[in-house]
C-alpha cells in the first residue's frame, strides 16, 4: 500500500548550513499492518510523514500510495489517507460535532453518509459526552479524538498517526490505542510514529527505527531482538543506533 523509495529532505540554514533532515529512506508497509516508525525527537519522523502526506516535497527520491506517486498525483494520494499531525488545530467556535460535519462535506459526503459516518466515530472513539460543545472548551484528550475522526472521516485506506498519544492521560490514550487497533483490523494500513517505546512493542507489526534521519533498522519485535542479541527493547533500541548501556 506504500512503498518509500530512497526519500531525502533537505533544509538549509545560514548558521548550519544543509539540513539533512530525511537521509535516503526506504520501506514499504501494507493494508492490515501497523507499521511503526520509532525515534527520539528531531530523528525526522514528521518531516517524513508531511513528504507522505504532500505537504512537502522530496528533495529526491518518492514514494506511492495506493499506486499513486506523491509528487505526480497529489491530490489522488490525499483522497487516499488520513493524516494526524501533531497539532489538533481545531476550529474553536464550531461544536466537535459541527466541524466533522464540515470535513465530511469537504471530502464530498452526502449528508446522509456524513451523519452515519459522524455518529459510528463518536462511539468508536468514546466522544458523546462531549460532541456537542464548542471545541475551545475541549480536553487535551477531547481534542485529539475529534482530530482523528476528523482525519479519517472520509474512510481512507492509508491512516497517519503522528505521537497520537502525546500529552494524553491514560484514559484518553487506551481509547486512541484502542482505536488504532480497529483500524488494523478494519484492514487500513496505518503508520505509527511515535518516541514512546511501550506503545510500539505493543502495537506495531513491524518497525523502522529512524536515528539522525536515516533507517538504523526495519523488522519485527524478534527480528529486532534477534539482530541486536537483546530482549529489553529499550537495549535493542540502543544497539540499532550504536549507543551500549553500561
Request: charge should be neutral; include cysteine; hydrophobic fraction near 40%.
Amino acid at each position: 500500500m506504500i512503498t518509500v523509495t530512497n526519500i531525502t529532505k533537505t533544509f538549509e540554514e545560514k548558521k548550519r548550513g544543509i539540513i539533512r533532515a530525511v537521509d535516503g529512506v526506504s520501506w514499504e508497509a501494507h493494508s492490515g499492518e501497523i507499521f511503526g516508525l520509532l525515534g527520539p525527537n528531531g530523528a525526522g519522523k514528521t518531516t517524513l510523514l508531511r513528504i507522505l502526506a504532500t505537504i512537502l516535497t522530496p528533495t529526491t527520491g518518492t514514494a506511492t500510495i495506493g499506486g499513486f506517486d506523491i509528487v505526480h498525483d497529489a491530490a489522488k494520494v490525499r483522497a487516499q489517507i488520513g493524516y494526524l499531525s501533531g497539532s489538533a488545530g481545531l476550529y474553536e467556535r464550531l461544536t466537535g460535532r459541527q466541524l466533522l460535519h464540515y470535513f465530511a462535506t469537504l471530502y464530498g459526503l452526502t449528508t446522509s453518509n456524513a451523519k452515519t459516518r459522524i455518529d459510528g466515530l463518536i462511539e468508536e472513539l468514546d466522544m458523546g459526552d462531549y460532541i456537542d460543545g464548542r471545541c475551545d472548551k475541549f480536553s487535551t484528550g477531547q481534542k485529539q479524538r475529534v482530530s482523528i475522526a476528523r482525519a479519517v472521516i472520509h474512510d481512507p485506506p492509508v491512516l497517519f498517526f503522528d505521537e497520537p498519544t502525546n500529552g494524553l492521560d491514560l484514559v484518553a490514550a487506551r481509547t486512541v490505542i484502542r482505536y488504532i487497533r480497529e483500524r488494523r483490523r478494519a484492514g487500513k494500513c496505518v503508520v505509527f510514529s511515535t518516541h514512546i517505546m511501550s506503545e510500539v512493542e505493543s502495537l506495531c507489526d513491524r518497525i523502522a527505527i529512524i536515528y539522525d534521519g536515516k533507517v538504523a533498522a526495519i523488522g519485527t519485535m524478534d527480528e529486532l531482538r534477534k539482530r541486536t542479541g537483546a530482549q529489553l527493547f529499550e537495549d535493542v533500541f540502543m544497539r540499532v543506533i550504536g549507543i551500549e548501556e553500561e
